[in-house]
């Protein structure tokens, strides 16, 4: 006598019930772990495009750079760093992008083309264009002076004097796009600015 095999239990309903909850709970989990990324990121960041060629030959326009909103509240400014900044007058609605060129407490001196910091001469093998006229600032002690390093087409410092610390959005740390400008954005002591590949800009 052949005994029949017993039919496979069912698989409770509850049991998907359970399954689908869970699926659910792993969703929304995700979801909050990106909005939360997502929120930090542009707690800390901010992403802008440069307009125009002040910058040049460091960053051309139409480029998107990543800036370091943290930068100046983690550290202090320093001499070479690009950076973002709310415009000094209210003719001025975008934001602007120059070089720090002077430092707090310090006596920025325009003469014969050239540009001096507490007597000394910079360098700058960054800048192109060098016919402006000869000026002198003394920076107090919440006051950067920027350039653009295209001197010739930049309006910065040199018009509209230091601008204050509290004025600066961030420091300049990628250039994201387009792809084949990607690099970092870093002041080297030699005077150099290192982009892609660690290639120094001529």
């Given at each position: 006598?052949?005994?029949?095999?017993?039919?496979?239990?069912?698989?409770?309903a509850a049991n998907d019930g359970a399954a689908r909850r869970r699926e659910i709970l792993e969703t929304i989990r995700t979801l909050a772990l990106a909005v939360m990324f997502y929120a930090l990121i542009n707690l800390t960041?901010?992403?802008?495009?440069?307009?125009?060629?002040?910058?040049?030959?460091?960053?051309?326009?139409?480029?998107?750079?990543i800036v370091n909103?943290?930068?100046?509240?983690?550290?202090?400014?320093?001499r070479g760093d690009v950076i973002v900044f709310l415009p000094p007058t209210n003719a001025q609605t975008d934001d602007l992008i120059?070089?720090?060129?002077g430092l707090p407490g310090e006596?920025?001196?325009?003469?014969?083309?050239?540009?001096?910091?507490?007597?000394?001469?910079l360098g700058e093998e960054y800048a192109q264009g060098r016919s402006y006229p000869d000026n002198t600032w003394v920076l107090g002690p919440d006051?950067?002076?920027v350039m653009g390093d295209n001197r010739e087409l930049?309006?910065?410092?040199?018009?509209?004097g230091p601008i204050r610390m509290g004025r600066v959005v961030g420091k300049s740390l990628l250039i994201v796009w387009p792809p084949a400008a990607w690099g970092t954005l870093d002041w080297r002591s030699d005077g150099g600015l290192?982009?892609?590949a660690g290639e120094a800009l001529p």
């Open positions: 006598m052949t005994i029949p095999n017993p039919a496979a239990p069912e698989v409770p960041t901010v992403r802008v495009v440069v307009d125009g060629p002040s910058m040049r030959p460091t960053l051309m326009s139409g480029e998107w750079i909103r943290l930068a100046y509240k983690l550290g202090a400014p320093a120059k070089r720090i060129v006596t920025v001196d325009i003469r014969g083309g050239g540009v001096f910091v507490n007597g000394v001469a006051q950067l002076f930049s309006l910065d410092s040199r018009s509209f290192v982009r892609a």
